[in-house]
């Protein structure tokens, strides 16, 4: 029984209220109670006395186990520290191995831009008119060669053409013929990567097209393997493009510089500058216009809706002008300038003139144009493109066919000439009323078409059919049209005159010569007579020519109302002299003065000699010698005198020549004064 029991209370499924339960159910009484309390109790007694037993006889072996453990502790304590200074020196060698690699990363960085910046500093020294390619930061030239481009449509060559591919772009120059220095090229075009397409031609060898929407350009290389070359550059080029595009995107809203944050600094904080900069280029990349304003702009300008695209490039620029200068802003102006130049070539195209196109419609036809030019900043361009057209059409309408005389041809010429400047004038400064800077173009053009104007009119007016009278009137109907343009605050008056000065010289000199010898010829016939005219008709006919001509003396040699009391020579020299003073005082300007002086005076002098040698003639009788005085005493008394004061009074000057052949007459007539018998003086009216 008290095995079974003590068996019982030491089995693994012992249940102590079972147990309880069991024994109040099978006893009989207290006593059995007490009874099974009594031998629980002597269990537990024998229990403790054999625990303290075993106490006792494993004491000296926990003393040991104490001993062990405390050395054992103090082992690990010793690893411990061991293993600390171990990690802390791996730590050191961790954070100087990544200060190398930082300081080896940054300097290969620095030496990566340097050559960058020495490659686009070179750029700039061989190409003229790219300076626009600094200002995106992180540009570098990839790969760069000669190519010719041909015609889209006949294919074939137009132009030699240096190509330079950057990581971002595509770069076309053009050849200078006369290069001088180290700049060998000129800036043609600028392509963005993300908006044009490569295309192979296998019909033509060495070719290769490039889509720039909506335009299409063709190159040749000289070596399939240029080719194969160009083409393999530009794919690993756009895709590299679209590769950076992408992270660019994916990065979020923090994009802080590199190098300006250590990434293992769990204390890094970041400074208001560079939250500042990374929320801006976040926001940039958040404006939903602001990333479709380069396609939204291709799209305006291949729909010729310009002035959307006008609209679109000023809203831009303010947005921009607002905007830290991250580079994220100088990529989104970088893009706003290429298409700003796209839309400036689509407008010049509008106004440039080519021969497949009309050119009726008159000045204001460019006005469109010419605003939205102006309103881009391309004032320059808009007043040299509006003058080139107002050129071609000048051009063509003095090249239509005009007939009739010389100076009915004239008048038509320059009613067409100036009637076209006139409009032109009025246009421009309707159109470039706020930019005063273009007044001096037009100043500039208007002086060049009057040299294209006068070339045709000298080739006209001054040819070896027409006389100086005619040309005197036609360059008066010029004049008279330069004065038009005067009430318009236009003077080219002296650019006209300057420029009919060599002709004017020439015409003076050929009239001149042409006098001489009719003087020449007269004299040698002349029998020293009177002149008799047959009738009154006559007479009054003569004295209206020389009237008109500004000279009444004659009268007074009126003898017997039909007998002038001067030879046929004289009366002829003087109406040529003083149609020839005349015509040239229509065609005066201050640089013929010389030219002017001379030749009247030539002209003049030699007839004076050719009458002196006739007095000294001993064929020659006193009373012929007479008549000859008094030819003598009329043309120095009385013409040459009526010359001097036309001729002071245009010129203002006084002619110390003409007053030197005055005294030399006087000399000779006096010299040569036979006896007063048988004079006859002249009668007065």
Known sequence: ???????????????????????????????????????????????????????????????ETAKEISFLEGEMYQLSHILADQKALMNSMVDLSRQNREYSKQSEEKKLEEEQRRTLACLLDKVEGCSALTKVPGRNVVFDGDLVELDPDTYTQKERVHAFLLNDTLMIASWIPNKRGPVQYKFQALYELDSLAVVNIRDISNTFKILIFPDCHVYQTDSAKTKRQWLDILEQTKRAKLTANSQHTDSGTL????????????????????????STEADLMQVDWLREMPEDLDVCIAQRDFEAAVQLIYKTNKFLDNVTDSNTAKEFRGRLEMRAKQLTDALEHELRVSPDRTLHGGPTAARRAISLLIALGRSSQACRYFLQGRSSVIRQAMRQKIEGATNLYVSKLCCVFFTHVIDSLREFQRAFSSTSGCNSAFVVWSRREMQQFVSVFSRHVFSSKTNLTLQAECVTIAKTHCMKLRALGLDLTFVLDKLLVKDTISSLHKTRDQLIESSKLRLAEEKWRPVKLEGNSALEGTLNDIKCLGFNVIQSYIQDDVCIQLTASTISFTKAILTFLTDALQLFVPDVTSALVSSVTSVFKHHTDLIAISLKSADVTDKEREFISKNLSFMGDSLLQNMERNLQKTTGQHSSELSGIHIEVTRLRLRNKPSSAGLTKPRKH
């Not at 089995?11 to 099974?36: F, M, T």
């Open 1 to 63: 029984m008290t095995d079974n029991l003590r068996k019982r209370l030491s089995s693994d499924k012992y249940d102590p209220d079972e147990y309880v339960h069991q024994i109040s159910a099978e006893g009989e009484g207290e006593r059995d109670l007490v009874e099974n309390r009594q031998k629980i109790q002597s269990f537990s007694d024998e229990t403790a006395l054999a625990l303290k037993k075993n106490v006792y006889r494993h004491y000296e072996q926990f003393i």
């Open 255 to 278: 994009r802080l510089t590199p190098g300006s944050v250590d990434s293992n600094n769990p204390f890094f904080e970041p400074s208001a500058n560079q939250l500042y900069r990374t």
